[in-house]
């Protein structure tokens, strides 16, 4: 949702009546993962992808349809090898496309969790009787609940969203041999929180803006942690890492690098960032500081499967020299655990083992 968010809202803001579409799920190869979308209108615009090729003429004349009757429907497409380029599916398969005329309340609510970049669950009826066919609730992290299913199917639905909170994959599931909802997680935009102000944090900001990165910036010493070295970051926040993390609420779209060299600072996030869902967790050093590092914190509490997540030392071996090189080097790190995190979700929605 977030990549068409704008156009929604202009569309919304002009008043037109807008179709969106969902892949809920696919085989094979595809381009596009389960949760992928595509909205247009009644008079033509389009904005998004839900696979490439010739997919996306069908699902249009599919939603045009939807959006004259108000009736939502779950399309099939089954793709042979010798046509599959084009379509868009490279290796062949078959994808699941749900139509639905937008519905404002829930678009609503959802514009808020992205805007405010929290965490929910949409869940939306995909295949059921036509009285429920196309309905949505969404479970937002804070506990907030807009729209229903039934009466009938409210309570288990939202326990299978408290599920899906918690492991942030989108997948399908069949209530009874009549009604399948498909569950969507809405996810933070990744963060990158940087513990210690040094040069190479200025550096490592700045780039990971640039990859469109949510920047965090954690340093008691004013010194080092201030808007004049840091005037890029969306937060800055002068506290110890103990108070400083109560200001931030990680995520499993957040990474945490620590780059002062000073156990009073590195050791305490170390601890805290470990503790939780965070993708990534890195401490600069080199190999003999890293060990010293383990060894300090293993007495501290944590335990050897803890620490076999933390990135120590920090970043791809690129051959980095300048803090530029450096800070290179630790955000390719970064996307490279991201990228990691997102396959493994495409293989937990295929059924397949990561």
Same mark, same amino acid.
């Given at each position: ?56 003429? *069908?699902? !249009?004349?599919? +939603?045009? =349809?939807?959006?004259?009757? @108000?009736q939502?429907? /779950?399309?099939?497409? &089954?793709?042979?090898?010798e ?36 965490s929910?669950?949409? *869940?939306? !009826?995909?295949? +059921?009787p =036509?009285?429920?066919?196309? @309905?949505?609730?969404? /479970?937002?992290?804070? &506990? ?59 550096? /490592? ?25 840091f ?47 965070a ?60 990228r ?15």
């Amino acid at each position: 949702m977030r990549d068409i968010l704008a156009d929604l809202e202009s569309w919304q803001r002009d008043g037109k009546s807008i179709a969106l579409a969902t892949v809920v799920q696919t085989w094979g190869s595809s381009p596009r993962r389960a949760g992928a979308k595509m909205a247009f209108t009644s008079d033509g615009r389009i904005t998004g992808s839900v696979s490439g090729g010739c997919v996306e003429n *069908a699902v !249009v004349e599919a +939603g045009m =349809e939807s959006l004259r009757t @108000r009736q939502p429907r /779950l399309l099939h497409f &089954g793709v042979a090898d010798e046509t599959a380029w084009e379509v868009g599916l490279a290796c062949g398969g078959s994808i699941e496309v749900f139509v639905q005329p937008l519905d404002p309340d829930i678009f609503q609510s959802v514009h808020s969790v992205l805007k405010e970049e929290r965490s929910g669950i949409s *869940a939306t !009826v995909i295949k +059921g009787p =036509e009285e429920i066919l196309g @309905r949505e609730l969404l /479970l937002q992290d804070d &506990g907030r609940q807009t729209g229903t299913i039934s009466a009938e199917w409210d309570e288990q639905v939202l326990k299978l969203a408290h599920e899906t909170l918690s492991t942030g994959s989108a997948h399908r599931v069949s209530l009874n041999e009549d009604v399948e909802i498909f569950l969507e997680p809405i996810l933070p935009s990744p963060a990158l929180i940087i513990v210690g102000g040094v040069h190479i944090a200025i550096a /490592l900001a700045s780039l990971a803006k640039t990859l469109g990165y949510r920047t965090i910036m954690i340093d008691p010493r004013t010194a080092w942690g201030n808007e004049q070295r840091f005037p890029h970051v969306d937060q800055l926040i002068t506290k110890w890492p103990q108070e400083a993390f109560e200001k931030v609420h990680l995520t499993r779209s957040s990474a945490v690098v620590m780059l002062t060299h000073d156990p009073k600072l590195d050791d305490p996030a170390v601890k805290i960032a470990l503790s939780s869902p965070a993708f990534y967790v890195g401490a600069l050093g080199s190999k003999k500081t890293a060990v010293k590092r383990q060894e300090r914190l293993l007495n501290d509490g944590l335990s050897e499967a803890q620490l076999s997540h933390l990135h120590a030392p920090i970043g791809l071996d690129i051959g980095a020299q300048t803090p530029e090189e450096i800070a290179l080097a630790i955000m390719a790190e970064v996307v490279n655990a991201h990228r990691k995190q997102n396959e493994s979700e495409v293989k937990l929605e295929a059924g397949l083992h990561p």
